[in-house]
């Protein structure tokens, strides 16, 4: 006769938002069979889920297995985490610690291991909830074989944490990359995190920060949590001195594999990456890539004087990347079509095609999707020299030369990654890296487009200054002017 399991009471103040989100989605959602969540350190990933698998396996009688990789880490990562998770819920006196598993009063169990160890578990099927501590640190094909082993009668939950020290990693190319994600109605407290699930309605996927942490930085109350302000200060202080630790690390972005060798050595994240509002009356200025994979680049900029910020991009992915999704997108949020609107991009996209009819090009394909704005098409009469405008973009950057100013909105994060990780060829120009798509298995490159739309904005926009720059002694000012300017 099985014991009769006490009814345990819990107060919402023992638990972080992330918890919350968890819970209810598992129950309310029966297709859900993964849940995927990243972000930046002391963002409470592991440990919202520890809590979550220490509570249901006392109430459901359900068995877990918690794994990390190297099985020498298990007591000082995986262990610690699931005792804090006990504690903080008050299940310490429903949980025997053991060395390696935890004994409920439920008659249950949750083991702990590495995949490294001669007593890794073999029979997952057997277990309720699987949990991959650091993903990132384990194989695909290990992650892959966990995943076909959870199965069997009753709930089956797959949980895996990380942090995104790279975007390299196979966790974001071959795991993440390969879903297509929908937004939810959940919500976290820093507006930056993020919960969405899948198309199929299978796997949900979790971005945090430390500021959805209330054991970090406080409930909103006051009344429950803790504010850290040791640990809030060494985080503000890193955005400062490493922005591109800050990034990974703090804001919980994919990181880069490698910094060094970056065709936009004047890019410096703390400086460059602001916060820009729309103003609705100026008008805009918006620029093309004609490259359709990974994504059709639209970035969208605001100008004053000799000040442009970049408040805008617009990156459809298969099967939305196309001139029409793309330009139907920006009418969504750029409805106003009275103010005028300026047309950037690639010279040699004026090229006929043989896809389309006589006389049409996608300049004209552009102006047709917007047709009823107010617009113009600005292009050089041939296209700036690569080498050349990369120094006249990091000059820019770096010195502000001819007073010239230059941000991009937070929001721009394929711009910001681009900026980041496009390298430079020995002979001055753009290395653009090939990559597959984990989907459509098209090989592209990776980098280059969104900096390729910004290099033609900035470069027209500032054309004066560009040929100056590169030593043009004669430069025709047309009718209308510096550009408004």
Not at 70 to 89: D, G, H, L
Not at 201 to 220: A, C, E, F, Q, R
Not at 229 to 258: A, F, H, M
Request: aromatic letters at 12%; charged letters at 25%.
């Amino acid at each position: 006769m099985e014991k009769e399991i006490p009814t345990i009471t819990y107060s919402k103040k023992w638990f972080n938002p992330v918890f919350f989100v968890i819970e209810n989605i598992i129950e309310t959602h029966p297709k859900v069979k993964r849940i995927l969540e990243y972000g930046g350190k002391s963002s409470s990933k592991t440990v919202s889920s520890c809590q979550y698998i220490a509570k249901s396996c006392v109430a459901n009688r359900y068995n877990a297995i918690l794994l990390r990789k190297e099985s020498a880490r298990v007591k000082t990562t995986i262990k610690k985490s699931f005792k804090k998770a006990i504690e903080t819920t008050r299940l310490s006196q429903a949980w025997t610690t053991l060395d390696r598993s935890f004994k409920s009063i439920s008659n249950t169990e949750v083991v702990l291991t590495g995949l490294d160890s001669e007593d890794k578990a073999k029979g997952i099927e057997g277990y309720n909830f699987l949990l991959f501590d650091e993903l990132n640190q384990f194989d695909k094909s290990e992650y892959e074989q966990g995943n076909l082993s959870l199965r069997g009668e009753g709930k089956k939950i797959l949980f895996a944490t990380w942090n995104p020290v790279s975007k390299k990693s196979w966790v974001k190319k071959d795991l993440v990359d390969t879903y297509h994600w929908l937004p939810t109605d959940y919500t976290l407290p820093d507006p930056k995190s993020f919960v969405k699930i899948s198309s199929c309605g299978t796997t949900i996927l979790i971005k945090t920060t430390y500021k959805d942490n209330y054991w970090t930085v406080g409930s909103p109350c006051g009344t429950y949590g803790y504010v850290d302000r040791n640990l809030i200060n060494d985080y503000e202080q890193l955005e400062t001195k490493d922005p591109n630790s800050y990034s990974v690390n703090v804001l919980g972005n994919w990181g880069n594999v490698s910094v060094g060798g970056e065709f936009y050595k004047g890019f410096n994240y703390n400086l460059h990456i602001k916060r820009h509002e729309y103003n609705d009356q100026i008008p805009l200025h918006i620029s093309f890539d004609e490259n359709v994979n990974p994504y059709t680049s639209l970035s969208i900029y605001q100008a004053e004087g000799m000040y442009a910020r970049k408040i805008n991009e617009i990156c459809l992915e298969h099967p939305f990347n196309t001139l029409r999704h793309t330009v139907n997108k920006f009418k969504k949020i750029y409805p106003n079509n009275k103010l005028k609107i300026y047309i950037y991009g690639d010279r040699t996209s004026l090229k006929a095609d043989s896809k389309l009819e006589k006389g049409q090009n996608y300049f004209t394909l552009i102006e047709g999707y917007l047709k009823g704005y107010n617009l113009e098409r600005r292009l050089p009469s041939k296209n700036p020299s690569v080498h050349l405008r990369g120094l006249f973009i990091n000059d820019i950057l770096s010195n502000n030369i001819f007073d010239i100013e230059y941000s991009i909105d937070e929001k721009c994060t394929n711009t910001i990654d681009d900026y980041q990780n496009v390298k430079e060829a020995p002979d001055g120009t753009k290395h653009k890296s090939k990559t597959k798509h984990p989907v459509t298995k098209i090989t592209y490159e990776e980098y280059g487009h969104l900096t390729d739309t910004d290099d033609y904005f900035l470069c027209e926009y500032f054309k004066k200054e560009y040929a100056e720059y590169s030593g043009v002694k004669k430069f025709s000012i047309t009718s209308r002017g510096l550009y408004g300017r």
